[in-house]
């Protein structure tokens, strides 16, 4: 009878050592994933505000430079366009750009053969400012948001 030393398994020690060195490993990867998926999530929200914010400009573009446009005036920290429909008819649409409760609203009237309607939207919401200026014939204004950026546009 002959007797082998064969060696089956593990000793504690070497069964040790392997889920330290395991544990550290998955602790490093749950680390580094959960650090990827914040920086995911916050660069998520600002890239969906910064797009908000450039179709806003993009809708004031439209608004402002719009087909029709007969006048356009700055008054009390909002700008009214007057759009000229029919000149014949009278019929005519007055928009108003204006910062009201933190958003930025445009208010619209319209005057034509059905009488008079008007409606309201939003624009752009999380607005901490809308202010106006003039200088001389030129119109500017600036939005600035409540995470702090600003845009200035001249009409």
């Known amino acids: 009878m002959s007797i082998t030393n064969r060696h089956e398994g593990f000793t504690l020690l070497e069964v040790i050592i ?8 998955l602790l490093i990867i749950i680390k580094v994933n959960s650090e990827v998926i ?11 505000l910064e797009d908000n ?3 806003a400009m993009l809708n004031l573009d439209n608004i402002i430079n719009g087909y029709e446009v007969s006048d356009i005036k700055a008054e009390n ?11 014949e008819k009278d019929y005519y649409k007055i928009r108003k750009i204006f910062f009201s ?7 619209t009237i319209n005057h034509d053969s059905k009488g008079i309607s ?8 999380n607005v901490k400012e809308f202010n106006v200026y003039t200088k001389k014939s030129l119109i500017y204004f600036e ?13």
């Open 18 to 25: 392997s889920l330290g060195i395991s544990m550290s490993l």
């Open 77 to 87: 920290n909002q700008i009214i366009i007057k759009y000229d429909l029919d000149f």
């Open 53 to 55: 914010f450039d179709n």
């Open 118 to 125: 008007s409606g309201k939207n939003v624009i752009l919401n």
């Open 143 to 155: 939005i600035i948001t409540e995470l702090g950026e600003s845009r200035i546009r001249c009409i």
């Open 101 to 107: 409760s933190n958003k930025l609203m445009v208010s």
């Open 38 to 48: 914040n920086d995911y999530c916050s660069n998520s929200k600002e890239s969906i």
